[in-house]
C-alpha cells in the first residue's frame, strides 16, 4: 500500500471517528505502529490532524485526503476507458464541452483528440 492510500485510509477514519489509535489500526491494516505514526506526523503537519499520546485526533470537523492523480489513473482503468468511450461517442465535431477534474474525464480528454473543431473548458490542467 502506498503512503497516500495510507494516509486517506488514515484521513477516513479521522473522519468517521475524530480519533485514531496507531496500534490498533496498524493491527487491523497489517502494517508497522511506526508506519502508522509516520503518516500521523506527515498529516499533523499539513495540519490534518493532531498527534496525541498512541494516535491522533482530528483537526477540523471532517477531514479528507484526496488520492493523488497519477494513484487514480492507475485504478478501475478498463472502466474509465469504457465510461470515456461512451461519452466520446456523444460528442460530435464542432461541440463545446465542459470537462471537470478527474481521471475518468482525463481519459475522455484523450480520446477527443480525434475530433474536429471541438471547444473544452476544463479546470483540470492535465487536461488542458
Request: proline share 1%; charged share 30%.
Amino acid at each position: 500500500m502506498i503512503a497516500e492510500e495510507r494516509r486517506a485510509i488514515l484521513l477516513k477514519e479521522l473522519n468517521d471517528n475524530g480519533y485514531i489509535q496507531a496500534t490498533e489500526l496498524a493491527d487491523r491494516l497489517h502494517l508497522s505502529a511506526a508506519t502508522i505514526r509516520r503518516d500521523l506526523s506527515f498529516l499533523e503537519k499539513q495540519g490534518l490532524c493532531f498527534r496525541k499520546h498512541g494516535g491522533a485526533i482530528r483537526s477540523a470537523q471532517g477531514v479528507t485526503l484526496e488520492l493523488p492523480y497519477e494513484t487514480k489513473q492507475r485504478r478501475k482503468i478498463a472502466e474509465k476507458k469504457r465510461i470515456a468511450e461512451a461519452a466520446a461517442r456523444l460528442v460530435q465535431d464542432g461541440d463545446t464541452l465542459i470537462l471537470d477534474a478527474g481521471s475518468t474525464t482525463y481519459a475522455l480528454a484523450l480520446l477527443l483528440l480525434s475530433k474536429q473543431r471541438i471547444t473544452v473548458v476544463t479546470n483540470d490542467l492535465q487536461i488542458a
